[in-house]
């Protein structure tokens, strides 16, 4: 009985303290040398210095890896590089760290209509028409994508796979 008002209390301290924690954003506490990194990476992307950035946005993950921001901005530069694979990986990265980020949902369904997935793409206009209250911008300019890139053939996994073929060198 005496340990009953202690254990009481310990235990809504430990659900207080984990409930703090667990309702915190993933990108709250980004290292602020990495965001720094990230203004510069972006300030080197807008004057067209996509290497640059390039280099100065993957420190910004090495000082700080749960830096959402740092990926959607990789992301972007490896889009403008011509790289849709790359960027659809930088995406799902971002998302890994905030599911909901409106950015990386578009960017990633651009990339996924450049790459010739229109389908996927189609999901992720979905999932922004459930969290954009009226038309966003990124939906707008998701749907835009789409609506172009639907113009062509759309490829499936299979299509896009290599198929292995006969080696030109022949045993002796």
Same mark, same amino acid.
């Given at each position: 009985?005496? =340990? %009953? ?8 301290? =430990?659900?207080?303290? !984990? ?5 915190? /954003?993933?990108? &709250? ?7 720094? =990194? ?5 300030? #080197?992307? &807008? ?7 390039? #280099? ?5 993950? &090495?000082?700080?890896? /749960? ?19 790359? +960027? ?12 909901? #980020? ?12 450049? $790459?010739?997935?229109?389908? $996927? ?5 979905? $999932? =922004? ?9 990124? *939906?707008?300019?998701?749907? +835009?994508?789409?609506? @172009? ?7 499936? +996994? *299979?299509?896009?796979?290599? @198929?292995? %073929? +006969? !080696? ?5």
């Amino acid at each position: 009985m005496r =340990l %009953t008002p202690p254990a009481l209390a310990l235990a809504t301290l =430990l659900a207080a303290v !984990s409930s703090v924690s667990h309702g915190e /954003r993933p990108t &709250a506490g980004v290292d602020p040398r990495s965001a720094a =990194l990230v203004m510069e990476g972006n300030a #080197d992307a &807008a004057a067209g210095r996509l290497e640059a950035a390039n #280099d100065v946005l993957e420190s910004a993950l &090495a000082v700080d890896p /749960r830096n959402r921001m740092a990926f959607v901005s990789l992301a972007k530069v490896a889009t403008r590089q011509g790289l849709p694979g790359k +960027a659809i990986r930088l995406y799902r990265e971002a998302l890994s760290l905030e599911p909901n #980020d409106i950015a990386a949902i578009a960017g990633q369904g651009e990339a996924m209509v450049a $790459k010739g997935a229109v389908t $996927k793409a189609r999901e992720n206009l979905a $999932k =922004l028409k459930g969290l954009c209250i009226g038309n966003c911008p990124e *939906q707008v300019a998701l749907a +835009a994508a789409i609506e @172009h890139g639907s113009a062509g053939p759309e490829l499936s +996994a *299979q299509a896009v796979t290599p @198929h292995p %073929t +006969a !080696s030109p060198i022949k045993p002796q």
